[in-house]
């Protein structure tokens, strides 16, 4: 092992007032007769294991001693090492936290950080404790590592010796010993052939995270874009609304204005001529209350002569020429007609938010950006399966359902079913109970030669030619025949290829408007996919011609 540099800030002469037992300096410092320097303490407790032997050796020089040495103090020495022990506290690694792996020969009160582990010591050190390491020949071959766990769990609790080998049959580290003794018929490598074995699946693994990762970030970046994109169109929609709204009431406001000045205006005219009629009026009133009086005068006149002359004068008509007989004003009725209409413009307005809000909010509600992931195996497409079942009021006459409402048959004469708004009349074919608009599977299977698998509106066309599935706007179709498919929609045929089966799946995303048909055998085959937008729930629906047999389950057919 290469020599590394020594801990900064160290001397290198201080190394002669270390103690040879715990690697730090000495505390307490004794002398032996072969005149070695011990902390007594080390030294001590040395010669309590050494106590059954009954001789006392030097760990250094080994110079054996028949009795146990009397130690004393040495003063000078101590003095020396005392002044270096503010300096040697000053130069250790900072003081061991939780996490940290503390030195094993710093003292109790003040454990440092250890820097390296020692799996030949099976001790690790701090950078001043370490420095022996990098000096002593001795210590030099021992195999250092960096710190990860405390060594201790490196090492057999059984035999105290470090796990260098890995037992392939258990499953776990054991030292030599162990691969002796109790793992010797088992599969035992070395830790390192195991690392490396290991180290190759590590890289693989690793590979995948990259790759699982890298695929992550892009959905996260698609994620952020869409939802920018998002915010955006909303914030576009919601301004298009606000302004065909703020035109839409701008166009009401304007013809209640419009409304407001024809009536006002209507007013002012109908008045002039109420005014001018009720002038001319009053102008008659005083000529006749004159004439009334001139005759009431002439009435009581005693002069014949004069009552002739007069009256034929009186009797002439005062009335105006130009006044229209029996003139008479109908307010209520002159404006009943106008408020009328403005009710009945009223109504048409409201009947038509009403009628249009449910598809609005429809469209709204199908809008999303966070969806789940499209399923690809068949085990995933049939988390969304659902439970269908045929409806009796949709069916034709020439069909029958069974009781659990999972198989429909053929039949040459018709069945005695009632009338129905909702059957079909000209086409043998049937729609499900269940409307759907989210995400869901089912599986139609078939021994039929000639069948179809649909969805469809439920409003649907029922009594014309145009109602079988797919020759209309509202319902889409797969026929299946003997190694050929086609696809129809809005009465457009598209020929489809794919493997023969007997089994269809269909997948509905609802929301994101796409509708699947697969070939289910051992593996699932796309046979067409229509992505459009749907604005109504769907309902499954079934067309076989005469004499075939559909069912669900374990017969012919199959609805989940």
Known sequence: MAEEPLHRGVATDNIQFWCALCLDLLKEPVTVQCGHSYCRICIE??????????????????????????????????????????????QCSPCAGPADVACDFCSSSRQSTASKSCLTCLASYCAAHLKPHYIFPALKTHQLVSVTIPVKEK????????????????????????SIEHHSRHSNVSAAAERAEEQELLVMNQKKVQKRLQE???????????????????????????????????????????????????????????????????????KLRKRDADLDQLSQTTDHIHFIQTFQSLSASCESPDLPPGAVVRPRHSMETATKCVCELKGDIEDLIKKTWPKISARVCAVGVVLPPKPKTREEFLHYCRTLTLDTNTVHRCLSISQQGRRVTSHIWPQPYPHHSDRFTDVGQVLCREGLSERCYWEVSSRCRLWEVAVAYKDISKASDDSAFGKNKKSWSLKCAPGAYAFRHNAATRKVRGPAS????????????ELSFYSVSDQMTLLHKEQTSFTQPLYPGLWLRDGSNVESNAEVMKLW
């Open 45 to 90: 407790r040395c010669w309590d294991h050494e106590e059954n032997k009954g001789e006392y050796s030097c760990p250094q020089c080994r110079q054996i001693f028949q009795s146990r040495p009397v130690l004393g103090k040495n003063t000078m020495l101590a003095e020396v090492v005392e002044n270096l022990s503010g300096l040697s506290t000053q």
């Open 155 to 178: 090492v057999c609790t059984q035999h105290n010796r470090l796990m260098d080998i890995y037992c392939k049959t258990d499953k776990r580290c054991i030292c030599c010993l162990c």
């Open 216 to 286: 992550r970030e892009c959905e996260v970046n698609e994620l952020v874009q869409a939802l920018k994109e998002f915010k955006s169109c909303c914030q576009t929609a919601v301004k298009s609304i606000d302004d065909m709204m703020d035109q839409l009431i701008s166009s009401i406001q304007r013809r209640r204005l419009l409304a407001k000045q024809l009536m006002g205006s209507q007013e002012n005219i109908a008045v002039a001529q109420a005014e001018e009629l009720q002038l001319q009026l009053e102008a008659e009133i005083a």
């Open 502 to 513: 007997s089994r269809i799946g269909v997948y509905l995303d609802y929301k994101a408007g």
